[in-house]
T-cell receptor
Framework: DGGITQSPKYLFRKEGQNVTLSCEQN?????MYWYRQDPGQGLRLIYY???????QKGDIAEGYSVSREKKESFPLTVTSAQKNPTAFYLC???????????????FGEGSWLTVV | AQSVTQLDSHVSVSEGTPVLLRCNYS??????LFWYVQHPNKGLQLLLK????ATLVKGINGFEAEFKKSETSFHLTKPSAHMSDAAEYFC???????????WGAGTKLIIKP
């Protein structure tokens, strides 16, 4: 079945460690996104990528890094520079209708990151 | 600049009664609009979308939304609430020029037995 797979579902990080969250999609989508969601709050954009080998900072990119070496994959690294990384992280990808310039975004199941 | 306002942070209805979740947007051109639902500790699921076709959009689980350009609104409705509808709902506007999404703050729907 087509979809977006995030792993791991739950991850614990020690202070000062870098961790990488995986996001894979087999929907042949061009655009991919990473969002952070804190309890009781909406989504905030970390990074997005419209095409392979290109990505843009979102609203809260500090302390995070990404890569887009393959269309299917958009891993997110939470670095030690991110001072408050405990949150729910959501990966998404988007269809693109190049004629009408409309897109629809689909989400993975999310990854919980906790700093211990 | 585009923006989205969900007018209620919480909505509480009794099971079997109608649901109305309100969303207003601002956009400099004809937008794409979406509603997503998020159940606790889950990812987001697309309920429905408006992309300049019919103004009344039908989605999954009996939800629908009407695009009203004159009122810049895209309210989500359901005739009869079910306990399984209890979740958080997000209204989203798409900036199709750069694939960015503008998110509302979310509305938590509470269903009373």
């Amino acid at each position: 079945d087509g979809g977006i797979t995030q792993s791991p579902k739950y991850l614990f990080r020690k202070e000062g460690q870098n961790v990488t969250l995986s996001c894979e999609q087999n929907l042949n989508h061009d655009a991919m996104y990473w969002y952070r969601q804190d309890p009781g709050q909406g989504l905030r954009l970390i990074y997005y990528s419209q095409i392979v080998n290109d990505f843009q900072k979102g609203d809260i990119a500090e302390g995070y890094s990404v890569s887009r070496e393959k269309k299917e994959s958009f891993p997110l690294t939470v670095t030690s520079a991110q001072k408050n990384p405990t949150a729910f992280y959501l990966c998404a990808s988007a269809t693109t209708d190049r004629v009408k310039r409309r897109n629809t975004i689909y989400f993975g199941e999310g990854s919980w990151l906790t700093v211990v | 600049a585009q923006s989205v306002t969900q007018l209620d942070s919480h909505v509480s209805v009794s099971e079997g009664t109608p649901v109305l979740l309100r969303c207003n947007y601002s956009s400099s051109y004809s937008p794409s609009l979406f509603w997503y639902v998020q159940h606790p500790n889950k990812g987001l699921q697309l309920l429905l979308k408006y992309t300049s076709a019919a103004t009344l959009v039908k989605g999954i689980n009996g939800f629908e939304a009407e695009f009203k350009k004159s009122e810049t609104s895209f309210h989500l409705t359901k005739p009869s609430a079910h306990m399984s509808d209890a979740a958080e709902y997000f209204c989203v506007v798409s900036d199709d020029s750069n694939y960015q999404l503008i998110w509302g703050a979310g509305t938590k729907l509470i269903i009373k037995p």
